[in-house]
């Protein structure tokens, strides 16, 4: 079982649509949860950061963790065109020091 | 401020040569990480440093691969005797300290490997 799972895609929403992005992870010691936005050819950049159960939103962009399911979402709202790209999840896990473990990453395409 | 800058942006090399990918980080931040991104895949970690010194370089493929940052500032990432399969998209990213773990990435280098 890999680290950090995510769906591949491509996840296709419409323009203005609610676009949900999901990733789980096996090991619960992990303590700190990130999502990367990266376009292709460029390097990733953190959108979200969150680091206890519940939600953290900023502006369009909410981020849920739930730590008994090992499961964190990011939810993009008012979907736009230029939200298209790759989103990586990463985590830090504890025992693993300060490095942080890639999901492979969901490409998301928003349809105008 | 600045963000992470890396040089070169694309390095094409012939198996078995040498190179050196350089890594400059925010300015402030005293943790630096690099990372390796193959296509389609997330980005993998290599080794990162507190300070000059390296806190982790458990990724690091094999002993053709070392780096340093001897002044706690920029890194210089160290491949000798390139193979086909050290080409990728070499990521480095810098956090403002190891307690604050959000990470910041530069441009990347491109290497080829002929």
């Known amino acids: 079982q890999k680290e950090v799972e995510q769906n591949s895609g491509p996840l296709s929403v419409p323009e203005g649509a609610i676009a949900s992005l999901n990733c789980t992870y096996s090991d619960r010691g992990s303590q700190s949860f990130f999502w990367y936005r990266q376009y292709s050819g460029k390097s990733p950049e953190l959108i979200m950061s969150?680091?206890?159960?519940g939600d953290q939103e900023d502006g369009r962009f909410t981020a849920q963790l739930n730590k008994a399911s090992q499961y964190v979402s990011l939810l993009i709202r008012d979907s736009q065109p230029s939200d298209s790209a790759t989103y990586l999840c990463a985590v830090n896990i504890r025992e693993y020091g300060n490095k942080l473990v890639f999901g492979a990453g969901t490409i998301l395409r928003v349809k105008s | 401020g600045a963000g992470v800058s890396q040089t070169p942006s694309n390095k094409v090399t012939e198996k078995g040569k040498y190179v050196e990918l350089r890594c400059d980080p925010i300015s402030g931040h005293t943790a630096l990480y690099w990372y390796r991104q193959s296509l389609g895949q997330g980005p993998e970690f290599l080794i990162y440093f507190q300070g000059t010194g390296a806190a982790d370089d458990s990724g690091l493929p094999n002993d053709r691969f070392f780096a340093v940052r001897p002044e706690g500032s920029v890194s210089t990432l160290k491949i000798q005797r390139t193979e086909r399969g050290d080409s990728a998209v070499y990521l480095c990213?810098?956090?403002?300290?190891?307690?604050?773990?959000?990470?910041?990435f530069g441009p990347g280098t491109r290497l080829t490997v002929l």
């Open positions: 969150i680091y206890s159960n």
């Open positions: 990213a810098s956090s403002l300290r190891l307690a604050v773990n959000e990470q910041f």
